[in-house]
T-cell receptor, first 112, second 116 residues
Framework: GDSVTQMEGPVTLSEEAFLTINCTYTATGYPSLFWYVQYPGEGLQLLLKATKADDKGSNKGFEATYRKETTSFHLEKGSVQVSDSAVYFCALDGEGAQKLVFGQGTRLTINP | GAVVSQHPSWVICKSGTSVKIECRSL??????MFWYRQFPKQSLMLMATSNEGSKATYEQGVEKDKFLINHASLTLSTLTVTSAHPEDSSFYICSAPPASGTYEQYFGPGTRLTVT
């Protein structure tokens, strides 16, 4: 079945550092790909998405490009802030039925 | 933005008892809601799809008689863990898309269940 693999955390960076969180996927078809973020005490929120190959999703300075050839959807941000501290989940929807398959999540901590 | 709430946020129950968890869409109607389970430091796993006015659809390996789902209205879905055991202890999360055909989903904050 479909699956998502994320780089293991936790990840700790200093403010203004460059961030990459790796995500690769396995799917039989052409899934839609997502990054969700969970801030402490809150529900998951959609951060960005890409629905077809070579699409780039972006939001709040975060970017991820749908790479079909490497089956990847790595999350990047050029300069992180303390407020970016959260748990980040990579996910896919392989059926178009809004049923998400999640990676294991990566906890990110940004120190001032 | 759209809000999904869950109640309770945290519950402790004894082995053998049943516990109900509510998921509500506060400012939109949801004909479909999803229930996920999250183990510590692990991914969210889809348990079932809750359909308003019809039976829930369960993922492979999920016991439908143990995890009863009722979607009684367009804003409320409930998950009842029956005859709970310590291995049912987990974090349960619901989500709802605000409209069909949209990629957006709104997630509840989750309910932590501890079975003693």
């Amino acid at each position: 079945g479909d699956s998502v693999t994320q780089m293991e955390g936790p990840v700790t960076l200093s403010e203004e550092a460059f961030l990459t969180i790796n995500c690769t996927y396995t799917a039989t078809g052409y899934p839609s790909l997502f990054w969700y973020v969970q801030y402490p005490g809150e529900g998951l929120q959609l951060l960005l998405k890409a629905t077809k190959a070579d699409d780039k999703g972006s939001n709040k300075g975060f970017e991820a490009t749908y790479r079909k050839e490497t089956t990847s959807f790595h999350l990047e941000k050029g300069s992180v802030q303390v407020s970016d501290s959260a748990v980040y989940f990579c996910a896919l929807d392989g059926e178009g039925a809004q049923k998400l398959v999640f990676g294991q999540g990566t906890r990110l901590t940004i120190n001032p | 933005g759209a809000v999904v709430s869950q109640h309770p946020s945290w519950v402790i129950c004894k082995s053998g008892t049943s516990v109900k968890i509510e998921c509500r869409s506060l400012d939109f109607q949801a004909t479909t809601m999803f229930w996920y389970r999250q183990f510590p430091k692990q991914s969210l796993m889809l348990m079932a799809t809750s359909n308003e006015g019809s039976k829930a659809t369960y993922e492979q390996g999920v016991e439908k008689d143990k995890f009863l789902i009722n979607h009684a209205s367009l804003t409320l879905s409930t998950l009842t863990v029956t005859s709970a055991h310590p291995e049912d202890s987990s974090f349960y999360i619901c989500s709802a898309p605000p409209a069909s055909g949209t990629y957006e989903q709104y997630f509840g904050p989750g309910t932590r269940l501890t079975v003693t």
